[in-house]
């Protein structure tokens, strides 16, 4: 790894968080670059986006839904509903929000859990339906099946943000790399 050799010693340090912590963390300098959920609304911010990747319905297999190949957002009405945080992305979640309100209700979220996994030991237990990315149907969750979810469902839209005015050669070196070499791999 080019990147790693040339900088082993000033090698990124990763924190977790949501897209408003990571912003703010750019912003005040705290980090130099973060991985964010867009859209985002921070002028002083250079994005690169990376990747876009649809989410699906988690629900036990005995529920009634289960047995649909697709699930509308209407059908979505008056179920329990297992979301993540609105600090993670509060863009997405407000698109959320307004598409179950096209749909014609307000969303019964009677539990929010930031990781995926959570959500859906969550639908698991049979706390309510989950919504994870699709990838994640690769996972095993006992009982549980996996829908597609129709209609005009948010999607979440990862990108890569640095402070546009940023003089770090690390920095520029690493958002070189993530799109030369990661950025392909991840559209494969």
Request: aromatic share 10%; glycine share 4%.
């Amino acid at each position: 790894m080019p990147f790693q050799r040339a900088y082993w010693l000033r090698l990124p340090f990763l924190t977790s968080g949501g897209t408003e912590a990571h912003v703010e963390q750019l912003r005040t300098h705290q980090i130099d670059v973060g991985f964010v959920y867009l859209p985002i609304r921070e002028p002083s911010l250079a994005i690169y986006p990376l990747y876009e990747e649809t989410y699906i319905a988690a629900l036990l297999a005995s529920h009634p839904l289960a047995r649909q190949k697709q699930l509308s957002i209407a059908s979505l009405a008056n179920q329990p509903l297992v979301g993540y945080p609105r600090s993670l992305a509060p863009v997405l979640y407000a698109d959320f929000i307004k598409c179950c309100e096209r749909a014609g209700f307000v969303p019964n979220i009677v539990q929010e859990a930031a990781l995926a996994q959570t959500r859906l030991g969550l639908a698991a237990a049979g706390v309510g339906i989950a919504f994870v990315l699709a990838d994640l149907q690769n996972l095993s969750a006992k009982g549980v099946v996996y829908r597609p979810l129709e209609d005009d469902f948010p999607k979440l839209k990862l990108a890569v943000a640095w402070r546009q005015n940023e003089s770090s050669p690390v920095v520029h070196e690493f958002i070189k790399v993530i799109r030369t070499i990661v950025l392909p791999q991840l559209s494969a």
